[in-house]
């Protein structure tokens, strides 16, 4: 956002040249929120696999409140929303992770997404909530398969993943308010693998026409402060690798989670990670790249050092044009008094809920404090999901 400062020092040069030096310092496009609760309703107390499946509409799972994205979008001005869906139940074990869905679970999440973006006109990131494991969620993030590990014969394989991904972007290929997530979270996996499945899904995506914006995440659980650093058994930096991806059409950032608690986990209250010192190599890597990214899953506790600390990295995103958008975790249809994140009485983000203690959750704790004064005005409300606002968003208006 240009300054009075620098309107006045350019006063007298040309509109047009005015309008370019805002649109510079204006990288955030899309800010929003994280919609959790397809992926409910299959954690059991032991490895157990098919538990919880298919699970029950509105009962075991659910995608959105409408009256909750309705809040969002109306009172709060965002313009984004991460939505959750499990693979197993997009592909039941009986059909296998590929072309073949459950049309009624389709149908279920089409519903939830399609009001997100043609009812009210923001735009919705697609996420299927595996950590690149697939045939058992039943003890997420480490129970199921590598998807592509050749030595497990129960694994999904790499081109099975590309092709699942090639009908979910035939299915959404003439919506321009989608983004496609590849997967959330891969871990304790070979960062070679990483790479291979997330280009498997990339040539899947285009291979059908579908032009829009790609999210690919690193190993590691695609920590943005991990991001140079060796994660999991040995696994290389997703440094290493993530920066051989291929988008025929340019239209592809990396998807970066990070919290600011003290093992970057979103389960403490406190944070005490600080974002811009922990992201700086990363960002460093983008710029030597030439890539963006996103951070669609960070958060923090109720109190005073966490609101100043996610102040601070809402800062850093908008100071560094590496980054493109954010995403908070999580609201969601299904959460109650419970809290998806930064200790246990913290709360969701579902407005409208307490926490545990009956008091007020995050999105009046949390998000009035610390999230909502740091919306961006001049968000991307319009065009296909891009790296960039588009022509008509790019105009003199935007100053």
């Known amino acids: 956002m240009c300054d009075r400062n620098m309107f006045l020092s350019l006063m007298f040069r040309p509109l047009i040249f005015l309008a370019a030096v805002c649109i510079a310092h204006a990288a955030v496009l899309y800010a929003g929120v994280n919609e959790s609760g397809g992926e409910f309703g299959v954690f059991a107390p032991i490895d157990t ?13 659910a995608f959105i409140n409408k009256s909750t994205v309705d809040i969002f979008v109306d009172q709060e001005k965002i313009n984004f929303f991460r939505v959750t869906f499990l693979m197993e ?34 735009y919705a990131l697609l996420d299927p909530h595996n950590y690149m494991r697939y045939n058992d969620p039943s003890q997420q993030p480490f129970s199921g398969s590598v998807i592509g590990n050749s030595s497990d014969p129960t694994a999904a394989t790499t081109e099975q993943f590309g092709e699942f991904w090639a009908e979910l972007a035939r299915r959404f290929q003439s919506n321009p308010k989608v983004i496609f997530g590849i997967n959330n979270e891969p871990h304790d996996m070979p960062t070679e693998l990483v790479l291979e499945n997330n280009q498997a899904a990339i040539d899947g995506i285009r291979s059908v026409g579908a032009r829009q914006l790609i999210l690919a995440p690193g190993n590691g659980f695609t920590g943005g402060h991990s991001w140079t650093q060796i994660t999991g058994n040995n696994d290389a930096p997703s440094s290493d690798f993530m920066n051989m991806l291929n988008d025929s059409l340019h239209n592809l950032a990396i ?10 986990s979103g389960s403490h209250d406190n944070c005490t990670q600080p974002a811009p010192s922990n992201l700086a190599a990363l960002t460093t ?4 790249n030439n890539l963006k990214a996103m951070i669609t899953e960070f958060g923090g506790g109720n109190n005073q050092g966490c609101f100043q600390m996610l102040d601070e990295m809402f800062n850093y995103i908008a100071d560094n044009d590496e980054y493109i958008g954010w995403a908070i975790w999580a609201a969601g249809p299904l959460w109650g ?6 200790g246990a009485d913290t709360g969701s983000l ?10 007020p959750n995050a999105f009046d704790t949390v998000w009035a404090n610390a999230v909502r004064p740091n919306i961006p005005r001049d968000l991307k409300r319009s065009g296909i999901s891009s790296l960039t606002r588009g022509r008509r968003e790019a105009g003199v208006s935007k100053v």
Request: negative net charge.
């Open 350 to 359: 579902e407005p409208g809920m307490l926490n545990d203690e009956g008091q």
């Open 89 to 122: 139940r997009m592909c039941p074990l009986s059909f296998g992770l590929g072309s073949r869905f459950n049309e009624t679970y389709f149908a279920e999440y089409a519903d939830a997404i399609n009001y997100i973006t043609l009812a009210k006109g923001a």
């Open 285 to 288: 890597w983008l710029q030597e």
């Open 255 to 264: 998807d970066i989670h990070e919290y600011l608690d003290i093992d970057f």
């Open 337 to 342: 008094t419970s809290s998806p994140c930064c």
């Open 49 to 61: 696999p098919g538990f919880g499946l298919p699970g029950r509409f509105g009962v075991d799972y």
